[in-house]
Every structure is written in structure tokens, then in C-alpha cells.
């Protein structure tokens, strides 16, 4: 019995483990393959983009000829209807005399729009263009949404490598107050110096919270962006290969690859990416707009058709054979010429202009957002990329001359403040060379995702 409970609790331990031991960690491709299936902005933005091509459905059946059914029943009483006197229904004369009678009509009418000045063939096209523009709206929400999180994630990346430096940087702080109580305990060292000493210590200490919970920030922010529940398990796989290449923490050769050309990543923006792409059917969609405007001004012609029959109770015929002999049957051509309309197809044609000039504008625009945007990730790798040479530079000279002012300083030939500026130096070359190597990645795929590759 003992044997069987000790199992069992080794089980439930195994069970409560394991969940923790096989927690999910999040990659950049696993981040943006999951927003963009679950994003609740892009799924709306989906679904506006079904409701636009069943609009361009409903435009093409336009285009087709109407077909309508309808029937009438009804009861009459002539509460003083003489009984010798005839009447006549539906252009028949009634056999029978009756004060309560039924009757019933069925009739099927068929129209067609043979011209109405090019208005619903123009209509079909606008709702084509309207469609690819909702499926281009769909393709910047999707790239804006990449962007964000390629800029979340790369974040979180930076501050886990400088979370490592400052944790280094705080075991050298603890040697460094260790070497010091025993320079205190055999007189070489002051006691107000060691307290400096333990400051450093504890302002070491500080920084890695800080860090840490600016991490924590960035990851809540990406968790947010993915619209993961509080109760999902989520986390960076700090160590897993990036998409553009190397692990997280070498990708020095990386940050130093040559920079492509601005006007070249700008000339290829402008024909891969959706905003302009969008723009420019705006100005397509304005054109349409104004021939639709237009056709008020042209005849409308129109190719009618109807059957109808008719049956009624005081008739000495049958129903059938009054279905038979009461059809009636019509067809022919209605045209409608438009001479005065108060304006309104002239102001109409005026506003679909002022809405041309509007998407010219649009484009102008967007082209303009487009290159401030490229060339803003342009200089900020450029010059990042600078930053991070002349620090790595720096790097090297100042762990140089740290190492050998600790050696000096363990041997009294140098006092705690020239050590903690050496540190000082040391900890901020670091840092600056951390944050240029991640700021010169990111902005490096931001200019490739722009010139028309995908981060995935």
C-alpha cells in the first residue's frame, strides 16, 4: 500500500513538471505567424475583404434581367346586387349572379437594362478595384503588424544581451568589494573607499532590476500585440536562430554587412508595397466614379416583358380553362432621356472630380510617407552600424584598461576612483556597442522588408 502512494506521488510530480519543463518559447516566426492567424484587427479587416467581393457579385448580377412572380386573391360581396343584372370582370362578362364572389390574378414580369450609359458595366469594375484595395488593406495592416512586432521582439532580444553584460559587470562588482574588505583588513584600504565599493555593488544590482523589468515591459507589450490571454504560457527563445540569420547573441557579423543604397530600396517599395499599391487604384477607382456620374446625362433604355391570366368564381368556366383564356401577354421598350435633373448629375460629376484630385493627393502623400519612413531606417542604420564599429573599438581599449587598473588596484598603485571610472567606462562602451549591434539589425530588415522581403 505504501508502494502504491509513493508511485502515485511521484506521478502527480512528474505530471505538475512536466507542463513547466515543456513551456512554449516564442520565436519571431512563431510571433508573427501567430498574430497574423489571430489578429483580431486583421480578421475584421478579412472579413471586410469577403464582403467586398460579394459586393462585385451583386454588381455583375446587375448586369443580368430581372424575372418577378406575384399573384392576388380575393373575396367581394355586393350586399345589393340585383340578381338579373350582369357584370363583367377582367373584361369578361359574368355568368352567374352572386353577392359573394372570388377572384385571383397571376402575373410574371421580366425587365432588362439594355444601356443606361455604361453605369453598371462602370459599376462592376469600381467594385473589382474596391475589392483589391480591401485585400490591400488586409496587406498593410499585415506588414504594419509584422513591423511592430520584428521592433518588440529585437527589443527584448537587445535587453536580455544587456541584462548578461550588467550580470558580468556585477561579479566583477563583488570581486572588486571582496578584494576590498581584505585591503580594509590589512590597512591598504580605507573604510569609506570599501563603501564606495559596496555603492557600486549595489548600484549594479539595481540596473539588472531595471533591466529586467523593462524587458518584462517589452514582452507584455509583445503579449499584448499577439492578443495572448493572461493565462498563456509565453516566452522568447532568446537562443533560437533569427530568420535573417545567427542566434541571438552573434550577430556581429551580421550588423556589419554592407547597407543597400537608399533610392534602390525606394524604387522597389514603390512597386511591392500595398499602401502605394492601394493609392494608386484610388485613382483608378476616381476615374470610374466620374464615368458612373456621367451617364445622368445619357438615355437609359430598357426591355420589358410581362404574362398574366386571371380567374373568377362567377364564371361558368372552369379554373384551368380560365387560366387558359385569360392569358395576356406583353412586351416592349421604354427609354428614359434625361433633360433637367436639378443638378443633380452636374454636381455629382463635380464631386467625383474634387474626389480624383483628393487620390492624387493620396498617392503623393503615401509616396512621401513612404521615403521618410525608408529613409529614416536608412540613416538609423547607417549610422548605428558607425556607432556600433567605434564601439566595439571602444569595447576592446576600455576592458583593456579595466584589467589593468584592477591589477593595479589589487596592488595599491591605483585608488578606488580611478577603479570605478575604468568600470564605469568598461560597462557604457559595452552597452552603447549592445544597443548600435541591435538598432543597426533591426533597421537593416526593416530596409529589406520594405524593398519587398518578408522578415518570416
Known amino acids: ?83 338579373g343584372v350582369a357584370t363583367v370582370t377582367n373584361g369578361q362578362v359574368n355568368a352567374k349572379v352572386d353577392k359573394t364572389y372570388y377572384n385571383g390574378s397571376y402575373n410574371l414580369n421580366a425587365q432588362w437594362t439594355v444601356w443606361n450609359g455604361g453605369r453598371n458595366r462602370n459599376n462592376v469594375r469600381l467594385s473589382q478595384l474596391t475589392a483589391q484595395q480591401s485585400e490591400l488593406n488586409v496587406a498593410e495592416q499585415a506588414n504594419s503588424i509584422e513591423e511592430r512586432i520584428s521592433q518588440l521582439y529585437v527589443q527584448c532580444l537587445y535587453l536580455n544581451e544587456a541584462i548578461g553584460v550588467s550580470r558580468s559587470t556585477l561579479e566583477t562588482s563583488k570581486k572588486n568589494e571582496e578584494r576590498g574588505r581584505e585591503m580594509v583588513d590589512v590597512g591598504l584600504l580605507a573604510q569609506a573607499d570599501l563603501a564606495q565599493l559596496t555603492a557600486q555593488r549595489a548600484n549594479d544590482e539595481y540596473n539588472i532590476v531595471e533591466a529586467e523589468s523593462q524587458l518584462a515591459n ?121 433633360i433637367f435633373d436639378g443638378k443633380q448629375t452636374k454636381t455629382s460629376v463635380a464631386k467625383a472630380r474634387i474626389q480624383q484630385q483628393q487620390a492624387m493627393l493620396d498617392l503623393q502623400d503615401q509616396q512621401q510617407q513612404l521615403y521618410q519612413t525608408i529613409e529614416g531606417y536608412w540613416l538609423d542604420a547607417t549610422t548605428n552600424q558607425q556607432k556600433f564599429r567605434a564601439a566595439s573599438t571602444s569595447v576592446a581599449s576600455s576592458q583593456a584598461s579595466f584589467d589593468l587598473l584592477q591589477e593595479q588596484f589589487n596592488v595599491g598603485l591605483k585608488n578606488i576612483v580611478e577603479l570605478m571610472n575604468g568600470k564605469d567606462n568598461l560597462l557604457q562602451a559595452q552597452q552603447n556597442q549592445l544597443q548600435a549591434k541591435y538598432l543597426t539589425l533591426l533597421n537593416q530588415q526593416m530596409l529589406r522588408f520594405y524593398s519587398g522581403g518578408s522578415i518570416q
Open 218 to 338: 517589452y514582452k507584455q507589450q509583445l503579449r499584448q500585440l499577439l492578443q495572448l490571454t493572461a493565462d498563456a504560457d509565453f516566452d522568447i527563445a532568446f537562443d533560437a536562430p533569427l530568420p535573417w540569420g545567427g542566434a541571438a547573441g552573434g550577430l556581429t557579423e551580421q550588423a556589419l554587412s554592407d547597407i543597400p543604397a537608399l533610392q534602390t530600396v525606394y524604387e522597389q517599395a514603390l512597386t511591392t508595397r500595398p499602401e502605394i499599391e492601394n493609392a494608386r487604384l484610388g485613382i483608378e477607382s476616381s476615374k470610374l466614379s466620374i464615368a458612373i456620374a456621367k451617364a445622368g446625362w445619357l438615355p437609359t433604355l430598357n426591355l420589358t416583358g410581362g404574362a398574366s391570366t386571371s380567374t373568377n368564381s362567377l364564371s361558368n368556366n372552369g379554373w384551368g380553362n380560365q387560366m387558359k383564356t385569360n392569358v395576356n401577354m406583353s412586351g416592349g421598350l421604354s427609354l428614359n432621356i434625361p
Open 1 to 83: 500500500m505504501k508502494k502504491r502512494k509513493k508511485l502515485l506521488t511521484v506521478v502527480l510530480l512528474t505530471l505538475t513538471v512536466l507542463p513547466l519543463s515543456a513551456q512554449k518559447k516564442w520565436t519571431l516566426d512563431d510571433c508573427i505567424s501567430y498574430a497574423m492567424q489571430n489578429n483580431i484587427t486583421l480578421q475584421k479587416s478579412r472579413l471586410q475583404q469577403q464582403s467586398a467581393a460579394e459586393d462585385v457579385k451583386a454588381q455583375k448580377g446587375a448586369l443580368l434581367p430581372t424575372l418577378s412572380a406575384s399573384t392576388n386573391q380575393s373575396v367581394g360581396y355586393r350586399p345589393w346586387q340585383d340578381a
